[in-house]
Nanobody, 123 residues
Framework: EVQLQASGGGLVQAGRSLRLSCATS????????IGWFRQAPGKEREGVSS????????DYSDSVKGRFTISSDDAKKTVFLQMDSLKPEDTAVYYC????????????????WGQGTLVTVSS
């Protein structure tokens, strides 16, 4: 059974940092790309970052480029999203997802999704 478990969300002041984790199981980790998405209240889901586990290529949305960093611990089949210099507009539920076919920030290419973790950034 494929599972993705996102964790690490919380309440943080603007300018501070958080690290999200996405623990995975049930699939061949190296074959997939892992993406992070977020959805703020009243807004559409937005692709934030992605990582090809095999090729180590990464993508970032313009809104987080330079502030967020995606990485992985392949031995633990876990992907991280380090979020620095957080802003109130980063407030959202963050989801991780796995794609066998493609890497990128389009939700349509992702096959499996985890539950979300809430990030709240206060001003």
């Amino acid at each position: 059974e494929v599972q993705l478990q996102a964790s690490g969300g919380g309440l943080v002041q603007a300018g501070r940092s958080l690290r999200l984790s996405c623990a995975t199981s049930g699939f061949t980790f190296d074959d997939y790309a892992i993406g992070w998405f977020r959805q703020a209240p009243g807004k559409e889901r937005e692709g934030v970052s992605s990582l090809s586990i095999r090729y180590r290529s990464t993508d970032y949305s313009d809104s987080v480029k330079g502030r967020f960093t995606i990485s992985s611990d392949d031995a633990k089949k876990t992907v991280f999203l380090q979020m620095d210099s957080l802003k109130p507009e980063d407030t959202a539920v963050y989801y991780c997802a796995a794609s066998l076919s493609s890497q990128g920030l389009l939700a349509e290419v992702y096959d499996y999704w985890g539950q979300g973790t809430l990030v709240t950034v206060s001003s």
